[in-house]
Every structure is written in structure tokens, then in C-alpha cells.
């Protein structure tokens, strides 16, 4: 409680009326820059949150096919129970982040292992920090400002599998949501320490809150040697702009996913089907290269390509703007 009040005084401080050492004339002024500003919002929003927080509420739990139910919790720097578990430094590393109010038992964790073990025999390691992610809207900022310290958290996890002989290349973050930010400060903080992981893929990264950062508190472009996004509700509940080298936008902007109507909950979710659904080998999600944003029934100019795919199979050599259609029900892919 006594964290959770701080919170709210820092957020009052910072949109209060501009007194004294503030320079700017307004509350929404004084908001406005103080955000975009990484030595006054989010290093007070950082200070809020105690290092305990995330130490005994961030766990990483793995998945292979040696025990696809029931997964074995690893640790940071915790070499013995790594040494002790499935784990196998040679082979790929998949890390699934789920998003808000989510854990990793929900279907944007889970359903990602159950295709990943499927076809491929890789190690999965979903994040699970859902004891700590139930916050009212209200205060998203409290949440926002924990993403940062757990994808940091995961960030030095990230580091531990790589001092243990994980390459490097070979790893890849998969967010959804909320969790697409915490894959971009993980691999940030890897990047940091010299280590720079193979590929982020953000399923629409979050627009709430992130949407006004500076690319040092959002996913970005350059967190990994590859990143790739998929956008189902560009600039409402997803980012509002392209934050990775290759962007792919389902059935354009501005309009519904097939089958959703107008729930934008079924939007939001659509992209974590979608990315599912492109695991699977014979799935095809073939798209065209735009020479912007594909804007719903109004499309700027697209034209075919066979350089790269939507999805898991995404050529890490080409980046741009992609737009594709889909179906209303699974299979999604029209390839």
C-alpha cells in the first residue's frame, strides 16, 4: 500500500499545477515533457517499484518436449538448477511474455509452446508475472512502470542462459501486448551488457502509455538483430506507429479483423491466433510490401513479394510495411 501511495504522489507531483522548479506553464504541459523525459516520469515511476516486487513475483518457467506439461522453474544465476533441467544450451530458445492481466497459463503463453513443441524441438520459457499484473486501468502507469522492471528482470535472465553457452543468435522474445515491451526492455538490457539476442517479435506492443515514450521505454526498432511486429489494432489498443524493422499489418488499419466485428478484445487477441497459427509449417501467411501504413479500404500502393512471410517465418533480412488479408476463422492463412 505504502508503494502504491508513492506511485500516486509522484504521478500528482507531475501533473500538478507548474509551480517553482517546474519550467513548463501548464499541468498537461508540464506532463507531456516530464514523460518523454527518462530522468524525471520514469526514473520516479522506477523508483517506486522495490527490487522484492520483481524477485518474488517474476518466475521463468520451462517447457520441452522432455516435459511439455508440466514445466521446471529456473532462476537467474541459478546454474545447478539449469545444469538439473531439460534445458539444452545447443538448441533455440523461444521466450513467451504474456500481456496485461494475463499469466503464463493463458492462451498467449501456452498456446505459442503447444505449436513451438509441436514442430520444433526447441526449449520454451514462458515469463509468468501474474501475480503482480491485475492493476486497475486507472493505473496503468504503476503497470507500465513495473514492465520496465521486469523486462529488465527477464533481461538478466536472458544474460545468465547466454553466460551458460546459450548463442546469442539463437534466442528469440515474443511479447503480446503489454509483454511486447518487456521483450524490447529485455533484450535492451542484453544489448547493454554486449549481448545482443537474434530477434524480438512484438504482438501488438501496447499504445496505452507507451504510445508517448521515447524508444528507451517502448519496443524499438533496433532491441534485437531482427524485430517484427503484427498490428490487429493499430493505434488503439496497439502502437499507433511501426516500432520494428519488418511491420505487418492483417487486413489493414482502420478496420475490423474478419470474424470480430467491432470487439476490439477479439482485435487484440487475433494477433496471438495469427502468430499461432504461422508456427505451424505449412502455414503460408504471404503478404505485399507497402509504401506506407495500409490504411483499410484505402490502401496505399502494395504490390506482391515473395521476400518474407507474417509470422514466425519472417525473412530477417527484409524489413518495410507489409499488408496482408486473412480469414475469419482458422485457418487464418489465405496463403
Known amino acids: 500500500m505504502k508503494m502504491l501511495t508513492t ?25 507531456a515533457i516530464s514523460f518523454h523525459n527518462p530522468d524525471v516520469l520514469w526514473w520516479l515511476l522506477d523508483w517506486c517499484i522495490p527490487n522484492s516486487l520483481i524477485e518474488e513475483n517474476v518466475f521463468f518457467y520451462l517447457y520441452t518436449r522432455e516435459n511439455y506439461e508440466v514445466p521446471e522453474q529456473l532462476w537467474i544465476n541459478n546454474e545447478k538448477a539449469l545444469a538439473h533441467s531439460n ?35 526447441v526449449n520454451v520459457i514462458t515469463l509468468d508475472f501474474g501475480n503482480i499484473n491485475h492493476d486497475l486501468p486507472i493505473f496503468f502507469y504503476y503497470t507500465a512502470a513495473k514492465s520496465y522492471r521486469i523486462g529488465r528482470f527477464l533481461g538478466q535472465f536472458v544474460v545468465f542462459l547466454i553466460e551458460q553457452g546459450v ?36 504482438l501488438e506492443p501496447c499504445n496505452p502509455v507507451y504510445g508517448f515514450n521515447t524508444a528507451s521505454y517502448r519496443s524499438d526498432t533496433g532491441d534485437a538483430k531482427f524485430t517484427d511486429c503484427i498490428f490487429t489494432t493499430y493505434g488503439l489498443l496497439g502502437l499507433g506507429f511501426p516500432v520494428c524493422q519488418a511491420n505487418f499489418f492483417p487486413n489493414g488499419v482502420g478496420v475490423s479483423q474478419p470474424g470480430c466485428n467491432k470487439d476490439i478484445s477479439c482485435r487484440h487477441s487475433r494477433v496471438v491466433a495469427l502468430f499461432i497459427e504461422s508456427i505451424e509449417p505449412q502455414s503460408a501467411f504471404e503478404v505485399q510490401e ?16 515473395t521476400r518474407t512471410l507474417m509470422g514466425e517465418y519472417a525473412n530477417p533480412e527484409v524489413s518495410g510495411l507489409f499488408y496482408l488479408e486473412t480469414n475469419a476463422n482458422p485457418p487464418y492463412s489465405r496463403g
Not at 521466450?95 to 514442430?119: E, F, N, R
Not at 507497402?290 to 513479394?305: L, N
Request: with cysteine; net charge positive.
Open 290 to 305: 507497402c509504401d506506407g501504413v495500409p490504411q483499410g479500404e484505402h490502401i496505399t500502393s502494395c504490390w506482391p513479394t
Open 87 to 121: 534445458f539444452d544450451v545447443t538448441k533455440k530458445t523461444k521466450i513467451i511474455v504474456h500481456g496485461y492481466t494475463a499469466d503464463y497459463t493463458g492462451t498467449s503463453s501456452q498456446g505459442p509452446k503447444q505449436a513451438y513443441l509441436t514442430y520444433d524441438n
Open 7 to 31: 506511485f500516486v504522489l509522484v504521478v500528482l507531483l507531475l501533473i500538478g499545477p507548474s509551480k517553482g522548479d517546474w519550467p513548463w506553464h501548464t499541468p498537461v504541459e508540464n506532463f
Open 167 to 202: 548463442d546469442p543468435d539463437k534466442i528469440h522474445i515474443i511479447g503480446h501486448s503489454l509483454g511486447g515491451h518487456i521483450a524490447g526492455f529485455a533484450a535492451k538490457y542484453a544489448k547493454s551488457k554486449g549481448k545482443r539476442i537474434g530477434r524480438v517479435t512484438g
